[in-house]
């Protein structure tokens, strides 16, 4: 395999042809829904998680005469979901057997800056790391978990280095509701069963394959049998997914940073963007068999879309009667008046060479400088804006946000209701204020969560000082 730096921009060709592809009905469907496999915890302590992760190169065959080599965690198509407590300690024993260095990121926890794995901090070939962190009271909520290694984690994300992290409460108002788990993510298989390298378009746009898989699965067959919390995560490297299932409602009750204050009015609609979480329940207006569509989304103004997958993601049986959600279901804390704002604009250059191209504030990614100051357990506000043409997904490291308002041509509007998050989506030209507080020292990334983008420097660090 060719990459060392920004694997495989060497001996790129412009876009995809169709003819060099696996065709989509080449792997099977409709198998019903696999849970995520749990990592075991091998702590015998109470409020205790501790667990072994090691990133490999696998071949797994998706469809008979199909072979894929999949760069994963534990071998997991998806990678080993770890579930804790809020309060626990968490260790992570992490082994590197890949041919390049990487390092796991807790995307969305508040974990200390240097157990964070940012590109700082490579785990190298044949090198192990233990990854330590007690998690606060206050952050149950869905996470996930993926490699940040520097200009490499596009790369080793779209080969399947990304898995799931969630954190309960033990005063959690929905305890009783079975859960179901819907991790979304992109494939690329070539004609011969091969994830083919990033191309100049992929790097521009964003890598989109021809498979969007679900739990690691093409168009499952989902069975909901009682009222049901679904976890649902967009792991994709760029793909938005606006998820769609005619016939039912969809009702957020959570997002990235855990669950709302109560359950929102009922939507037709959800756009999940990169990175994103949400929790929900469903509504539907019939029972029996519904199918889980991906609406179109165009999310670059000058092209019709990229890659559309437009077939169903799953069909779902549902056969749940209806039951009531609670009224209330968490009261968010209130981070008061911000004493300081940063400012980061997301903009493009053309012509510049693919290195150049994505910056912030001007600027591409460079370790060796900080790009702005926060202070500890201050309250501060973001205000990020996007000068390009294609939407950006906004990720800040190391804590959860509240969107205070969405700028659109100097009209600002206010988010149809509080929540956590660490990742939201800017369309073009839109600006967004966000809200929030670093409870650790230390150097915090923040980025387009489009790994393209990021791993091509559209990316930039604020140090934590006390
Ligand atoms: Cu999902 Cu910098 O991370
Ligand atoms: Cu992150
Ligand atoms: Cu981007």
Not at 56 to 61: C, G, I, V
Not at 103 to 126: F, M, R, S, Y
Not at 430 to 449: I, K, Y
């Amino acid at each position: 395999h060719s990459g060392h730096q920004m694997g495989g921009m060497n001996g790129m060709n412009h876009a995809t042809n169709p003819d060099d592809l696996l065709p989509v009905q080449a792997l099977p469907v409709g198998a019903a829904l696999a849970a995520l496999p749990l990592l075991a915890n091998e702590s015998k302590q109470a409020g205790k998680f501790t667990g072994r992760l090691t990133a490999k190169a696998h071949t797994l065959s998706l469809a008979k005469g199909v072979q894929s080599e999949f760069w994963l965690y534990n071998g997991v198509l998806g990678g080993p979901q770890i579930v804790v407590y809020e309060g626990d300690e968490v260790s992570i024993h992490f082994t590197n057997e890949l041919k390049q260095e990487t390092t796991v990121h807790w995307h969305g926890l508040p974990v200390p800056p240097e157990q964070d794995g940012n590109p700082h901090d490579p785990v190298k070939p044949g090198q192990s790391l233990t990854y330590t962190f007690k998690l606060p009271q206050g952050c149950a909520g869905t996470y996930w978990y993926h490699t940040h290694a520097h200009e490499l984690s596009a790369e080793q994300a779209f080969r399947g280095l990304a898995g799931t992290f969630i954190v309960k409460s033990r005063q959690d108002p929905m305890a009783d509701w079975p859960e179901q788990h819907w991790l979304f993510t992109d494939l690329r298989l070539d004609k011969n069963g091969k994830i083919p390298d990033n191309n100049m378009m992929d790097w521009m746009n964003g890598r989109e394959g021809q498979f969007v898989l679900l739990n690691g699965q093409l168009q499952p067959k989902i069975s909901i049998k009682t009222a049901t919390r679904i976890r649902v995560w967009n792991a994709c490297n760029a793909r938005y997914l606006k998820l769609h299932i005619p016939d039912c409602d969809i009702i957020v009750i959570g997002t990235d940073g855990g669950l709302l204050e109560r359950p929102q009015a009922p939507v037709s609609e959800l756009l999940i963007v990169p990175a994103e979480r949400y929790e929900i329940v469903l509504k539907p207006r019939k029972t029996g068999m519904l199918s889980l569509q991906n609406l179109p989304y165009n999310r670059e103004k000058m092209m019709e879309k990229f890659h559309p997958v437009t077939t169903p993601l799953a069909q779902i049986v549902y056969t749940a009667s209806d039951k009531a959600l609670p009224k209330h279901l968490r009261s968010l804390p209130s981070f008061g008046k911000a004493t300081a704002e940063h400012t980061v604009g997301f903009s493009e250059e053309m012509g510049a060479g693919l290195k150049q191209m994505f910056k912030v504030n001007g600027k591409t990614f460079d370790m060796q400088r900080i790009d702005a100051t926060s202070k500890l357990g201050a309250t501060e506000d973001w205000l990020v804006s996007n000068a390009s043409h294609m939407d950006h997904p906004f990720h800040l490291h190391g804590t959860q946000f509240e969107i205070i308002e969405f700028i659109d041509s100097a009209e600002s509007s206010k988010p149809a209701y509080r929540s956590l998050k660490d990742t939201v989506n800017l369309k073009p030209y839109q600006s967004v204020r966000v809200r929030c507080r670093q409870d650790f020292a230390g150097l915090r990334m923040f980025h387009c969560h489009i790994l393209e983008h990021e791993s091509l420097g559209m990316m930039g660090q604020v140090m934590v000082k006390a």
